[in-house]
């Protein structure tokens, strides 16, 4: 009996060892791949504590010389609690806007049955195939003709809409149950009665996504607002970048200065958030599969 059962112990025992393999191998893999993803970051942290102009040998490169005075004069460059709240104000609204239009189009797009349904949405999906800086000069000029120049408006209203959003939402009310929003009506409830207490819980994982993927592409924007705003009162963080650039150079310590200190708010908001995230990915994969 013994005899029997070796080979089947044998059998477990590589199992494992080859599964154990497999785990370690992934996460030598994982870790790898966060430390180069990290490489960028610790440059630019090496350098915003290097003196002007140090940066020709390894050591430069890899080794900080400790200037904390690089960050003073970053922080003196520019109005930065201002362009921190005006980012601020600008993301939130802007996270705002997206919500609704994508949770309002999303549901109309999903569950209500109109003529041309299909073809509006074809059209929503075209705008993805327009370069966004083709229409930057006529954006320009119609902001100009309506006076949105400097203002706020004009850095929120213009993405207050997400096609991605929009198409995101749309596949999560397309794998629901269609039984659900027809007892619903039975029940006397509106459309947006519906959309508020039966639809608005189920797509909750999409929502998270879209706030977070607006909130970091409006944190991050930078060429829109240059263009469009010449006030410092209205102006974001990463405008405020540009005040290093200057007719002698780029002060290269006191931007990576600037760069670490606009984004730890960012990357701290992501740390916290990050198991969300990866439930409403998770999540709005298996909505895009259905």
């Known amino acids: ?43 630019v942290v ?12 390894v050591s430069d ?17 520019a109005p930065w609690p201002r362009l921190f709240l005006n980012t601020l104000l600008i993301a939130g609204a802007t996270v705002l806007l997206a919500l609704a239009t994508s949770l309002l189009a999303g549901f109309a797009f999903g569950v209500m049955r109109f003529r041309g349904r299909g073809l509006l949405f074809g059209l929503v999906l075209a705008v993805l195939m327009v370069p966004s800086t083709v229409l930057i000069i006529p954006d320009y ?5 309506i006076h949105w120049l400097d203002t706020y408006w004009i850095q929120i ?7 991605f959003g929009i198409f995101l939402v749309r596949q999560f009310f397309l794998g629901l149950p269609q039984e659900l929003f027809d007892a619903a009506e039975l029940d006397g409830a509106g459309r947006l009665r519906m959309l508020w207490s039966v639809g ?8 998270l996504i879209i706030a977070l993927n607006v909130f970091m592409a409006s944190w991050n924007s930078f060429l829109w607002p240059f263009i469009m705003t010449q006030n410092p009162d209205v102006q974001p963080v990463e405008v405020g ?50």
């Not at 059962?5 to 996460?27: D, G, I, K, M, Y």
């Not at 090496?46 to 040998?57: D, E, K, M, Q, Y």
């Not at 000029?141 to 003709?145: C, L, S």
């Not at 608005?200 to 929502?207: D, G, H, K, S, T």
């Open 1 to 43: 009996m013994t005899t029997l059962l070796q080979p089947e112990v044998r059998h477990r025992n590589s199992f494992r060892r080859r599964a154990s393999a497999r785990t370690a191998l992934s996460r030598t893999l994982a870790v790898v791949i966060g430390l180069l993803f990290l490489v960028p970051f610790y440059y």
């Open 46 to 57: 090496v350098t915003s504590l290097n003196s002007a102009g140090r940066s020709s040998s």
């Open 61 to 77: 490169i890899l080794l900080p010389h400790w200037q904390w005075g690089n960050y003073a004069r970053a922080w003196a460059a």
């Open 141 to 145: 000029m119609i902001a100009n003709d």
């Open 157 to 163: 209203v213009p993405w207050g809409a997400s096609v």
């Open 200 to 207: 608005m819980p189920m797509v909750r994982p999409a929502l």
């Open 241 to 290: 970048l540009a005040a290093f650039a200057g007719v002698d150079g780029t002060d290269y310590p006191a931007l990576s200065a600037a760069v670490v200190f606009t984004t730890v708010p960012v990357l701290g908001f992501f740390l916290v958030l990050q198991r969300h995230f990866i439930t409403g990915a998770m999540s709005a994969a298996g909505g895009v599969r259905g």
